[in-house]
T-cell receptor, first 114, second 115 residues
Framework: AQSVSQHNHHVILSEAASLELGCNYS??????LFWYVQYPGQHLQLLLK??????LVKGIKGFEAEFIKSKFSFNLRKPSVQWSDTAEYFC????????????FGTGTLLAVQP | GAVVSQHPSRVICKSGTSVKIECRSL??????MFWYRQFPKQSLMLMAT?????????EQGVEKDKFLINHASLTLSTLTVTSAHPEDSSFYIC???????????FGPGTRLLVL
């Protein structure tokens, strides 16, 4: 069965620090990969996604993620975080093909201190 | 674009009553919608896939007679929690799939508290 693991459950950073959130998945076939963000009191929003092509994808608000197939990873990065990036971040995987199902990681709560 | 709404945003009900939650795609048509449940400090767990005009597909362990799903139109799916009990208290989130970009867009969620 597919699974998604996010290693960091809770991350605290100061403003301007660099961010990297880990995401690993277990599935041997073609995958579509997503990062969603949930700001306090708001709904899940899509940050970025990878389907194919360049493994380094850029999303909104300065975020990027790199798909490393050999490591089954899709880590999220941002060179310099802001207080407004305080939120919960979810990695999700969809197996390629006919399935529509998204499998979510447990989420990482990021707190950015001003 | 790709806005999904849910109603109500929160509901408190007595044990044994039924609660209906609506999920609407506001600016697009969605042949497929999804219902998730999120427990505190845990991830989203897919409950069922709702297909317009056909029966929903439930995940293993989800009781289809307890969580009734109806997807009567291309912009509306409903989840009815029948005979709710305190253990059904949770945060229920829907999403709608935009076929053209193969991406799900999420509603704001409904917090259900069963007393």
């Amino acid at each position: 069965a597919q699974s998604v693991s996010q290693h960091n459950h809770h991350v605290i950073l100061s403003e301007a620090a660099s961010l990297e959130l880990g995401c690993n998945y277990s599935y041997g076939g073609t995958v579509n990969l997503f990062w969603y963000v949930q700001y306090p009191g708001q709904h899940l929003q899509l940050l970025l996604k990878y389907f194919s092509g360049d493994p380094l994808v850029k999303g909104i608000k300065g975020f990027e993620a790199e798909f490393i197939k050999s490591k089954f990873s899709f880590n999220l990065r941002k060179p310099s975080v802001q207080w407004s990036d305080t939120a919960e971040y979810f990695c999700a995987v969809k197996a390629g093909g006919a399935t529509n199902k998204l499998i979510f990681g447990t989420g990482t709560l990021l707190a950015v201190q001003p | 674009g790709a806005v999904v709404s849910q109603h109500p945003s929160r509901v408190i009900c007595k044990s044994g009553t039924s609660v209906k939650i609506e999920c609407r795609s506001l600016d697009f048509q969605a042949t497929t919608m999804f219902w998730y449940r999120q427990f505190p400090k845990q991830s989203l767990m897919l409950m069922a896939t709702s297909n317009e005009g056909s029966k929903a597909t439930y995940e293993q362990g989800v009781e289809k007679d307890k969580f009734l799903i109806n997807h009567a139109s291309l912009t509306l799916s409903t989840l009815t929690v029948t005979s709710a009990h305190p253990e059904d208290s949770s945060f229920y989130i829907c999403s709608a799939r935009v076929l053209a970009v193969e991406t799900q867009y999420f509603g704001p969620g409904t917090r259900l508290l069963v007393l």
